[in-house]
């Protein structure tokens, strides 16, 4: 006989009560139980039906609205809720910036468990729409369907899509008329791309049976106006190919790069894959307080370009140099921190893992004609032995930018050894960060916090930590 399944449970007039994490709200059950809850601002009180129970916690979509939050704003973009990308466009830009820089306060209070200075202001976005430069969509010849189409009489026609994965769906694929994104013409740009395929019989890939010729789009623009055009085919047909390229270069003679891979593996990366130059160059220039920064397909730039500048104008000012100090920039990346500071230090020390970085790296230093700046490529756990300190200096200052994981603990070992007299940890993920600073607390203090926003309308925030040695 079969297990006949646990009916769900409902709650009514529940009020939300607070933001967690990855953008999803929470609330208490009357057992007691933690509730979380998607699509919902803290304030709403709602009816709401579970779709997943655990031993601590239940998820749960709500079913009715008996109030809304005052904090609650109408979303601007017609896929959300569906798309998944920007969970709290719902929230009023205020309250998501209070979130955040409550969320940083938790995991460095909870977390870190250390001693604590009064937080500076969390810095906001001046843009809270299309502020990103870099969008990546994927192709699929079976587009995900939303509820309207679903319950719609009129049937299907045109089954692919051009747009985002339905979160924790690998092969559903979310067709997006307009994202609020990326700036124009990226909308205009994709919109394209998918009218002339159809029109003209290019298959959309399937990425169950792994077949057809459209993969993925990506496209990165920067504030000097540039814009670059990444097609990733599954195969090659070289009259299709060059007939959209062609086509896409003629209807939009403003792009600077571009560009395409062919790619048959099962995955979609292009970190592996050669890349392909069309028309134009192979980069676009990105330009912050006169220096200049090239970007290529694989290279790795903050997405918010304008705050990314805010962003690198605190760690400078945490850093708070005088022009005789030598850095060391861990995780230097294509070394835009390094070389942003470079002008008020003696020296400036880039350590990053990834080759192809540092190659960019030195020749943005070229390009800039910065000569204080020297990139290393290595394993940032193993690469700071004696030789290393007495072939490059004793660092005064170390900035730090590790991706979400936070740093290893070797690397924390190796920065208490070196004994600088100030460290400055800029953080996507502060929890990780909360983890490292308890590490790094016996012989550091934390004197200057400060949150910043880099993606609003997401539950995603920057974190500029200053340690200073302890006497």
């Not at 079913?63 to 569906?82: A, L, N």
Request: hydrophobic residues 35%; proline residues 4%; aromatic residues 10%.
């Amino acid at each position: 006989m079969a297990r006949q399944k646990k009916m769900n449970k409902t709650f009514e007039n529940i009020k939300i009560i607070d933001a967690g994490a990855k953008g999803v709200c929470v609330t208490k059950a009357p057992d007691g139980k933690v509730i979380f809850v998607p699509n919902v601002v803290p304030g709403d009180v709602v009816d709401l039906e579970t779709f997943k129970k655990r031993k601590a916690y239940y998820e749960a979509k709500a079913t009715h609205f008996h109030h809304y939050s005052i904090d609650r704003v109408v979303p601007v973009c017609e896929h959300f809720g569906v798309c998944g990308g920007c969970k709290w466009q719902n929230m009023d830009y205020s309250k998501q910036l209070f979130y955040k820089n409550q969320e940083v306060t938790n995991n460095l209070r909870r977390i870190g468990k250390i001693e604590l200075p009064e937080f500076e202001p969390i810095l906001g976005s001046q843009k809270q729409f299309f502020y990103r430069n870099k969008m990546e969509f994927s192709f699929s010849n079976k587009k995900w369907l939303t509820p309207e189409e679903i319950q719609s009489e009129n049937e299907i026609e045109d089954k692919n899509a051009l747009g985002f994965h339905i979160p924790k769906m690998w092969d559903k694929i979310l067709d997006i008329n307009k994202c609020h994104l990326q700036e124009d013409p990226s909308n205009a740009i994709r919109n394209e791309i998918k009218r002339f395929a159809i029109e003209n019989g290019l298959t959309f890939y399937d990425p169950r049976n792994q077949n057809g010729l459209l993969r993925t789009l990506m496209i990165r623009t920067a504030s000097t106006g540039e814009i670059m055009v990444l097609i990733q085919f599954f195969e090659e047909d070289q009259t299709q190919r060059e007939m959209l390229l062609n086509h896409l270069s003629k209807m939009f003679p403003e792009i600077t790069s571009l560009l395409y891979v062919i790619n048959s593996k099962g995955n979609d990366t292009i970190y592996d894959q050669e890349v392909q130059l069309f028309k134009g160059r192979e980069y676009i220039l990105e330009e912050m307080e006169g220096l200049q920064f090239s970007i290529n397909a694989k290279s790795f730039y903050q997405t918010n370009s304008d705050q990314a500048y805010e962003l690198y104008k605190i760690t400078r000012d945490f850093a708070d140099l005088t022009g005789e100090e030598i850095v060391y920039d861990l995780y230097t990346g294509t070394g835009t921190i390094a070389q942003f500071v470079s002008k008020k230090a003696k020296k400036v020390v880039g350590v990053e893992a990834v080759p192809e970085a540092i190659e960019d790296a030195k020749q943005n230093a070229i390009r800039n004609n910065i000569t204080n700046t020297t990139f290393y490529v290595g394993d940032m756990k193993k690469v700071f032995n004696d030789q290393f300190i007495r072939d490059n200096g004793q660092p005064d200052v170390i900035i730090t930018d590790p991706p979400r994981d936070g740093m290893h603990a070797d690397v924390i070992e190796q920065i208490l050894k070196i004994g600088s007299q100030k460290v400055v940890y800029v953080s996507c993920n502060s929890a990780t960060q909360a983890r490292d600073l308890a590490l790094l607390d016996t012989s550091y203090k934390v004197t200057r916090v400060r949150p910043v926003d880099m993606f609003p309308q997401t539950h995603h925030v920057e974190n500029v930590v200053l340690l200073e040695k302890r006497n």
